[in-house]
């Protein structure tokens, strides 16, 4: 496979937490096409189990689709901040507790017109603490069995990607691990 090459790049939007750009792009065969980038910040999401293997979930108010929605604690990686730092974060931040092992479960590029990574994480070992949310996040903490997280995932109640990516790879390898 050839690669593209980029003639020009304009931006068609931006702010702080977006910029959208229209590249004039050279295909291989020499053809010339219009192709949209967005450029978003990377983000984290955390999966944390308790002691007493319980799931520490949140049901956060999702104003884009009006939906309140079950998922596990994610977050931006600020400006400078290390993927693992941005987890321990957002843990404490949305949760309250304090994670004293958090474990990378990889990464993956949650749309392919971008160049954004979503990190996960499995946070073990927590503390409790108090939350410190932002004024827009509306957060309720939930502890779910690893079974009511099973039964959430697969009659489809749960809608976020990471949620859903790292839940499932937390089944496959606990599976496996039996």
């Not at 937490?17 to 978003?40: E, H, Q």
């Not at 993956?108 to 994480?121: E, G």
């Not at 997280?149 to 691990?177: D, M, S, W, Y």
Request: proline letters at 4%; glycine letters at 4%.
């Amino acid at each position: 496979m050839q690669k593209w090459t980029v003639v020009d790049t304009k931006i068609a939007y931006q702010s702080k937490y977006m910029s959208v750009f229209n590249d004039t792009i050279k295909l291989p065969n020499k053809s010339i096409i219009s192709y949209a980038r967005v450029k978003l910040k990377d983000f984290c999401s955390v999966l944390p189990i308790t002691e007493n293997k319980k799931i520490v979930m949140i049901e956060i108010y999702r104003y884009p689709v009006n939906y309140i929605s079950l998922e596990i604690p994610s977050g931006y990686v600020k400006q400078g901040e290390k993927p693992r730092d941005c987890a321990l974060r957002e843990l404490e931040e949305e949760t309250g507790y304090k994670a004293r092992r958090l474990t990378s479960f990889g990464w993956f590029y949650p749309w392919t017109r971008s160049t954004r990574r979503a990190h996960l994480f499995i946070a073990k070992n927590l503390t409790e603490g108090r939350q410190k949310t932002e004024p827009t996040e509306q957060i309720k903490i939930k502890l779910l069995s690893i079974e009511e997280a099973r039964n959430k995932l697969e009659t489809g109640k749960i809608k976020h990607a990471p949620t859903i990516i790292a839940l499932q790879k937390f089944l496959l390898t606990r599976a496996r691990a039996l």
